[in-house]
């Protein structure tokens, strides 16, 4: 919320007390036409008129700066408008009066509202998160089965078992990136064992789909959150597996703390670039794909703002695309 211009005041306030200072003009012409008519000497009517109109300019520059001082004691309410429970200011007027019940009336239902909301919201993502605790253990015993015996179609289920555990890991960060809780712990962690983690969950998919992995190892430490540092390094990974039917995934970091993962996969189209970060864009390669929910990049871009971390891509069709994540933080001086 702006604070208004003086300007804005000042006309607000001409066009609030506008037919009282028309009606003041007229009842002065009035009083002066009716004393010319009767010959009262000119000089005593011009000055009767402007010690009234003296008077009335001061009364106004008076009542100008309260008008003022008011609205800027009601723009500071207003910036406190969540936090406020009932300190607005004492009415002046039977309209300020009946505005401020209103007021009162809309926030009581506004928090009943709120309260509904929340206790809903709650209940789905206690429901959600059981569910998601409950559907690991059939998971667990299908991969359990499936590992008994190496065969190519066993090899291929265990491939969509583990697109079935993303899915469901999936929903339930949607519904904790949606929450106002935090769940969040920052602090300075091995950059390395972080790509690791992800690389090791993914090492599967890049055998299976004979896909080169290049990496080289790094000591650099970053301050960030390493749950939702990984889940963005394992959706972008994802997305290189998906879309890249063979070739390389390269992961470097530089000295600036620059996190990029390229692939030499099929690429992005350019008018697609601009909105792959969008709620359920899918773009030309997720119609093709027929699989594609358009929420991983989505979630990516929402644990990145979370994070303070800034994640960008540069594509081009047919040569592959590159995801970087900026991990710098700016440095803290304590005074």
């Not at 390669?285 to 929910?293: F, I």
């Not at 929402?302 to 590159?322: C, F, K, N, P, W």
Request: with cysteine; hydrophobic share 40%; charged share 25%.
């Amino acid at each position: 919320m702006k604070e208004k211009p003086e300007k804005h005041i000042f006309l607000s306030y001409l066009h609030q007390y506008m037919y009282t200072t028309v009606m003041f003009v007229i009842y002065t012409g009035i009083f002066v036409w009716i004393f010319l008519l009767y010959d009262m000497e000119t000089e005593a009517v011009l000055y009767a008129a402007g010690l009234c109109v003296l008077l009335t300019v001061l009364v106004l520059a008076v009542h100008y700066l309260q008008y003022r001082q008011k609205h800027f004691r009601r723009y500071i309410y207003m910036k406190q408008i969540e936090v406020m429970d009932d300190q607005l200011p004492q009415p002046e007027t039977l309209a300020e009066a009946d505005y401020q019940e209103m007021i009162r009336r809309l926030w009581s239902v506004y928090r009943d509202g709120l309260t509904a909301w929340q206790n809903e919201r709650q209940e789905h993502m206690d429901y959600y998160t059981t569910w998601v605790h409950q559907i690991k253990t059939p998971i667990s015993i299908m991969r359990m089965s499936l590992q008994t015996e190496d065969t190519r179609e066993n090899r291929e289920l265990l491939a969509e078992l583990f697109r079935i555990e993303q899915y469901v890991e999936m929903v339930l960060n949607y519904l904790r990136l949606g929450s106002r809780d935090s769940d969040f712990v920052f602090q300075e962690y091995s950059l390395d064992q972080i790509i690791r983690q992800a690389v090791h969950k993914y090492a599967g998919q890049f055998v299976r789909r004979r896909i080169r992995l290049l990496y080289e190892p790094t000591e650099i430490r970053v301050l960030t959150d390493e749950k939702w540092l990984l889940f963005m390094i394992e959706q972008i990974l994802s997305n290189a597996v998906k879309y890249t039917p063979q070739g390389t995934v390269r992961i470097t970091v530089t000295k600036d703390l620059m996190l990029q993962i390229a692939d030499t996969g099929i690429g992005i189209a350019p008018e697609d670039l601009p909105r792959i970060f969008e709620k359920g864009f899918t773009g030309y390669n997720g119609r093709s794909d027929k699989k594609s929910t358009g929420l991983g990049l989505y979630l990516c871009q929402m644990t990145a703002d979370r994070l303070s971390h800034q994640i960008s891509v540069e594509s081009t069709v047919g040569e592959g695309t590159v995801f970087s994540i900026d991990l710098h933080r700016n440095q803290l001086e304590l005074l």
